[in-house]
Protein backbone atom coordinates (compact mmCIF):
# COMPACT_ATOMS: atom_id res chain seq x y z
CA UNK A 1 0.00 0.00 0.00
CA UNK A 2 0.88 3.43 0.05
CA UNK A 3 3.36 4.93 2.75
CA UNK A 4 2.81 7.91 4.34
CA UNK A 5 5.67 9.41 6.31
CA UNK A 6 5.78 12.12 8.97
CA UNK A 7 8.07 13.88 11.02
CA UNK A 8 8.80 14.39 13.60
CA UNK A 9 7.44 11.18 15.73
CA UNK A 10 7.58 13.12 19.07
CA UNK A 11 8.80 17.09 19.98
CA UNK A 12 8.48 18.99 23.17
CA UNK A 13 8.50 22.81 23.16
CA UNK A 14 8.25 25.75 25.22
CA UNK A 15 4.90 27.49 25.72
CA UNK A 16 4.79 30.33 22.90
CA UNK A 17 6.96 28.64 20.58
CA UNK A 18 5.96 27.35 16.75
CA UNK A 19 6.72 23.95 15.84
CA UNK A 20 6.37 22.25 12.08
CA UNK A 21 4.88 19.18 11.76
CA UNK A 22 5.78 17.46 7.93
CA UNK A 23 3.25 15.00 5.94
CA UNK A 24 4.78 13.25 2.92
CA UNK A 25 3.54 10.92 0.88
CA UNK A 26 6.44 9.08 -0.16
CA UNK A 27 5.42 6.51 -3.34
CA UNK A 28 2.47 8.64 -4.47
CA UNK A 29 0.88 12.33 -5.22
CA UNK A 30 -1.57 13.21 -2.79
CA UNK A 31 -3.32 16.17 -3.71
CA UNK A 32 -5.51 16.22 -0.72
CA UNK A 33 -3.90 15.50 2.64
CA UNK A 34 -6.09 15.25 6.05
CA UNK A 35 -4.66 16.52 9.75
CA UNK A 36 -6.06 14.83 12.70
CA UNK A 37 -5.62 15.08 16.31
CA UNK A 38 -6.41 12.58 18.88
CA UNK A 39 -6.20 13.55 22.43
CA UNK A 40 -5.67 10.50 25.08
CA UNK A 41 -8.41 7.52 24.69
CA UNK A 42 -10.00 9.65 22.19
CA UNK A 43 -11.13 8.94 18.69
CA UNK A 44 -9.74 11.02 15.56
CA UNK A 45 -10.62 14.53 15.13
CA UNK A 46 -10.40 16.02 11.67
CA UNK A 47 -8.98 19.63 11.64
CA UNK A 48 -8.46 20.69 8.23
CA UNK A 49 -8.31 19.30 4.89
CA UNK A 50 -4.87 20.63 2.95
CA UNK A 51 -5.08 20.99 -0.73
CA UNK A 52 -2.18 21.50 -3.00
CA UNK A 53 -1.84 24.56 -4.35
CA UNK A 54 -4.54 26.34 -2.77
CA UNK A 55 -5.75 26.99 0.83
CA UNK A 56 -6.67 24.38 3.90
CA UNK A 57 -10.34 23.99 4.36
CA UNK A 58 -10.56 24.20 8.13
CA UNK A 59 -13.37 21.83 10.26
CA UNK A 60 -15.63 24.30 12.89
CA UNK A 61 -14.05 25.63 15.79
CA UNK A 62 -10.17 24.97 14.41
CA UNK A 63 -8.65 28.08 14.48
CA UNK A 64 -6.81 28.38 11.01
CA UNK A 65 -4.27 31.25 12.07
CA UNK A 66 -3.01 29.13 15.13
CA UNK A 67 -2.94 25.90 12.65
CA UNK A 68 -0.96 26.39 9.95
CA UNK A 69 -1.58 24.68 7.03
CA UNK A 70 1.18 24.66 3.78
CA UNK A 71 0.34 21.97 0.64
CA UNK A 72 3.21 23.18 -1.49
CA UNK A 73 3.65 20.08 -3.50
CA UNK A 74 1.57 17.01 -4.24
CA UNK A 75 4.09 14.98 -2.10
CA UNK A 76 4.31 17.69 1.19
CA UNK A 77 1.68 18.92 3.78
CA UNK A 78 3.11 20.86 6.84
CA UNK A 79 1.20 22.04 9.65
CA UNK A 80 2.45 24.46 12.26
CA UNK A 81 1.10 25.02 15.55
CA UNK A 82 1.92 28.66 16.00
CA UNK A 83 2.29 29.90 20.00
CA UNK A 84 2.00 26.73 21.18
CA UNK A 85 0.30 26.15 24.53
CA UNK A 86 -0.06 23.23 27.36
CA UNK A 87 -3.08 22.32 26.05
CA UNK A 88 -2.36 22.11 21.71
CA UNK A 89 -0.64 19.05 23.54
CA UNK A 90 -2.32 15.91 21.13
CA UNK A 91 -0.94 13.47 18.92
CA UNK A 92 -1.46 14.77 15.43
CA UNK A 93 -1.82 12.50 12.53
CA UNK A 94 -1.91 13.64 8.90
CA UNK A 95 -3.15 11.12 6.07
CA UNK A 96 -3.15 11.06 2.30
CA UNK A 97 -5.86 9.22 0.04
CA UNK A 98 -4.23 7.09 -2.07
CA UNK A 99 -6.82 6.27 -4.49
CA UNK A 100 -9.53 8.78 -4.41
CA UNK A 101 -12.11 6.60 -6.04
CA UNK A 102 -11.66 4.59 -3.22
CA UNK A 103 -11.51 6.18 -0.24
CA UNK A 104 -8.85 4.95 1.82
CA UNK A 105 -6.61 6.76 3.65
CA UNK A 106 -2.74 6.21 4.29
CA UNK A 107 -1.88 7.42 7.67
CA UNK A 108 1.46 8.69 8.91
CA UNK A 109 3.16 7.94 12.09
CA UNK A 110 1.65 10.30 13.96
CA UNK A 111 3.57 13.55 15.87
CA UNK A 112 3.08 13.81 19.48
CA UNK A 113 3.50 17.62 20.92
CA UNK A 114 4.23 17.94 24.24
CA UNK A 115 3.80 21.97 25.24
CA UNK A 116 5.55 22.94 28.70
CA UNK B 1 -22.72 17.91 12.45
CA UNK B 2 -22.79 14.69 11.40
CA UNK B 3 -21.37 11.72 13.21
CA UNK B 4 -20.62 7.99 13.52
CA UNK B 5 -21.71 6.48 16.60
CA UNK B 6 -19.56 3.25 17.89
CA UNK B 7 -20.61 0.60 20.75
CA UNK B 8 -19.57 -0.78 22.87
CA UNK B 9 -16.55 1.58 24.12
CA UNK B 10 -14.60 -1.30 25.71
CA UNK B 11 -15.12 -5.32 25.23
CA UNK B 12 -13.46 -7.81 26.97
CA UNK B 13 -12.92 -11.38 25.74
CA UNK B 14 -11.91 -14.47 26.44
CA UNK B 15 -8.74 -15.39 24.02
CA UNK B 16 -10.59 -17.65 21.16
CA UNK B 17 -14.05 -16.19 21.66
CA UNK B 18 -15.50 -13.75 19.03
CA UNK B 19 -16.02 -9.85 19.34
CA UNK B 20 -17.88 -7.70 17.40
CA UNK B 21 -18.41 -3.76 17.35
CA UNK B 22 -20.76 -1.92 16.06
CA UNK B 23 -21.30 1.32 14.37
CA UNK B 24 -24.90 3.41 13.05
CA UNK B 25 -24.25 6.00 10.86
CA UNK B 26 -27.19 8.57 9.22
CA UNK B 27 -26.67 9.62 6.00
CA UNK B 28 -28.22 6.72 3.41
CA UNK B 29 -25.45 8.10 0.65
CA UNK B 30 -22.72 7.38 2.65
CA UNK B 31 -20.81 4.69 0.82
CA UNK B 32 -17.67 3.37 2.16
CA UNK B 33 -16.94 2.08 5.63
CA UNK B 34 -13.46 1.73 6.93
CA UNK B 35 -12.28 -0.24 10.45
CA UNK B 36 -9.06 0.88 11.44
CA UNK B 37 -6.75 -0.82 14.46
CA UNK B 38 -5.19 1.65 16.30
CA UNK B 39 -2.07 0.44 18.56
CA UNK B 40 -1.07 2.72 21.66
CA UNK B 41 1.35 5.56 20.55
CA UNK B 42 0.96 4.66 16.37
CA UNK B 43 -0.87 5.24 13.54
CA UNK B 44 -4.35 3.25 12.84
CA UNK B 45 -3.91 0.22 10.27
CA UNK B 46 -6.70 0.01 8.30
CA UNK B 47 -8.05 -3.61 8.67
CA UNK B 48 -10.86 -4.26 6.20
CA UNK B 49 -13.55 -2.15 4.49
CA UNK B 50 -16.71 -2.71 2.56
CA UNK B 51 -18.68 -0.30 0.25
CA UNK B 52 -22.40 -0.15 -0.10
CA UNK B 53 -22.73 -2.24 -3.06
CA UNK B 54 -22.20 -5.22 -0.55
CA UNK B 55 -23.35 -6.64 2.35
CA UNK B 56 -20.54 -8.94 3.88
CA UNK B 57 -16.35 -8.57 3.10
CA UNK B 58 -14.56 -11.24 5.18
CA UNK B 59 -10.74 -11.50 5.68
CA UNK B 60 -9.50 -14.32 7.39
CA UNK B 61 -10.82 -13.64 11.08
CA UNK B 62 -11.86 -10.54 10.47
CA UNK B 63 -15.58 -9.69 8.82
CA UNK B 64 -18.12 -6.92 8.44
CA UNK B 65 -21.47 -6.64 7.98
CA UNK B 66 -23.13 -3.96 6.05
CA UNK B 67 -26.87 -3.37 6.72
CA UNK B 68 -27.69 -0.11 4.49
CA UNK B 69 -31.63 -0.48 5.70
CA UNK B 70 -30.86 -0.01 8.92
CA UNK B 71 -27.17 2.09 8.46
CA UNK B 72 -25.27 0.06 10.94
CA UNK B 73 -22.03 -2.11 10.04
CA UNK B 74 -20.32 -4.62 12.41
CA UNK B 75 -16.59 -5.72 12.74
CA UNK B 76 -16.83 -9.53 13.93
CA UNK B 77 -13.00 -10.83 15.39
CA UNK B 78 -13.39 -14.90 15.48
CA UNK B 79 -10.83 -16.90 17.59
CA UNK B 80 -9.18 -14.32 19.11
CA UNK B 81 -5.53 -13.64 20.26
CA UNK B 82 -3.84 -11.48 22.49
CA UNK B 83 -2.72 -9.68 19.91
CA UNK B 84 -5.83 -8.32 18.13
CA UNK B 85 -6.27 -6.40 21.96
CA UNK B 86 -5.88 -2.62 20.55
CA UNK B 87 -8.22 0.01 19.59
CA UNK B 88 -10.81 0.06 16.46
CA UNK B 89 -12.39 2.54 15.05
CA UNK B 90 -14.79 2.82 12.66
CA UNK B 91 -15.29 5.02 9.50
CA UNK B 92 -18.34 6.68 7.17
CA UNK B 93 -17.65 8.69 3.88
CA UNK B 94 -20.49 10.81 4.93
CA UNK B 95 -21.59 12.51 1.86
CA UNK B 96 -22.96 15.69 3.48
CA UNK B 97 -19.45 15.90 5.52
CA UNK B 98 -17.29 16.98 2.18
CA UNK B 99 -17.08 13.15 1.31
CA UNK B 100 -14.63 12.98 4.20
CA UNK B 101 -14.18 10.24 6.60
CA UNK B 102 -15.90 10.36 9.94
CA UNK B 103 -14.46 8.47 12.80
CA UNK B 104 -16.54 6.72 15.39
CA UNK B 105 -15.37 7.28 18.78
CA UNK B 106 -13.61 4.00 19.30
CA UNK B 107 -13.73 0.43 21.07
CA UNK B 108 -10.92 -0.79 23.21
CA UNK B 109 -11.13 -4.35 22.99
CA UNK B 110 -8.87 -6.41 25.43
CA UNK B 111 -8.52 -9.84 24.91
CA UNK B 112 -7.64 -12.20 27.73
CA UNK B 113 -5.43 -15.41 27.86
Known amino acids: GAVVSQHPSWVICKSGTSVKIECRSLDFQATTMFWYRQFPKQSLMLMAT?????????EQGVEKDKFLINHASLTLSTLTVTSAHPEDSSFYIC????????????FGEGSRLTVL | GENVEQHPSTLSVQEGDSAVIKCTYSDSASNYFPWYKQELGKRPQLIIDIRSNVGEKKDQRIAVTLNKTAKHFSLHITETQPEDSAVYFC????????????FGAGTILRVKS
Open chain 2, 91 to 102: AARIREYGNKLV
Open chain 1, 95 to 106: SAEGDSDTGELF
Open chain 1, 50 to 58: SNEGSKATY
